[in-house]
């Protein structure tokens, strides 16, 4: 997988996560499981289709003994097509790594007719798992929505401490002055690119790309320079993209 798309992948999980993840908004960062699979339709195939067998999934996950998982399909809305050869991909989120991997076992053991069906509509060749933070929660109660995402790196003399600290900052001054939105942070992991150099992926999830609108031309009036002064030593971000997630289901907690 190309360094370009391993810096995408983390566009994911904002909805599942924030539904997930979040119990106390003044707790420290909550975190959760994600994995992303990277699909193309067959010939002749398209969202209906694929939209079929997601129906057929979500029930059998209620009747599976699996631990709580949501999934979205997240299909790009502002982006270069060289960055994403691909014409959708699927989020996964569970509440922890553990909890992922039963889950998964018990896909590889009983889901594999669905997964045939899957395979018939949009065969997926890539694999990757990753660990979500969410650092100023959304508003969208897993209801799906557009994720912005950059690729980040820390300059030297960073560390986590030090961005977390910033995170506080920033998270104020979006509050202070109104701005729409929710914040997260994504942690490549297992299947990621060898030759990534990236750290983290910072992501800015809106409901609407109207609402995302209204923070861009925030940024433009001085919310940019506010996002310079408080992050400018700490880490660089590439130039980002927007993808929008649909909710296809999964099995909540009991």
Avoid at 148 to 177: F, H, P, R, Y
Avoid at 183 to 206: H, K, M, N, Q
Wanted: with cysteine; proline share 4%; net charge negative.
């Amino acid at each position: 997988m190309s360094n370009q798309l391993t810096k995408i992948v983390l566009a994911i999980i904002v909805f599942a996560s924030t539904s997930l993840a979040i119990a106390d908004h003044h707790a420290a960062p909550s975190s959760a499981a994600l994995e992303a699979f990277f699909c193309n339709f067959e010939k002749g195939k398209d969202m209906d289709d694929l939209l079929k067998v997601t129906a057929e999934w979500d029930k059998w996950i209620d009747t599976s003994e699996s631990n709580p998982y949501s999934a979205y399909i997240m299909q790009p809305v502002i982006s270069t097509g060289a960055d994403f050869p691909y014409d959708y991909f699927w989020l996964g989120v569970g509440q922890n790594h553990q909890a992922m991997g039963e889950s998964a076992d018990e896909w590889m053991k009983n889901g594999g007719k669905i997964a045939a069906k899957f395979d018939a509509v949009a065969p997926c060749d890539t694999h990757i798992l990753m660990t979500s933070q969410i650092i100023k929660p959304g508003n969208n109660n897993g209801k799906g929505g557009f994720a912005q995402i950059s690729a980040c790196e820390l300059k030297d003399g960073a560390s986590m401490e030090s961005l977390m600290a910033a995170d506080k900052k920033w998270v104020s001054w979006m509050t202070d002055n109104k701005m729409p939105g929710g914040l997260a942070r994504w942690f490549g992991g297992v299947g990621e690119a060898r030759d990534s150099t990236t750290d983290f992926y910072s992501v800015y999830l809106a409901e609407s790309l109207g609402q995302r609108g209204k923070a861009q031309d925030m940024m433009m009036a001085g919310g940019s320079a506010a996002l310079s002064s408080i992050y400018g030593d700490l880490m660089t971000c590439d130039v980002p993209r927007v993808y929008h997630g649909t909710p296809v289901g999964g099995k909540t907690a009991s």
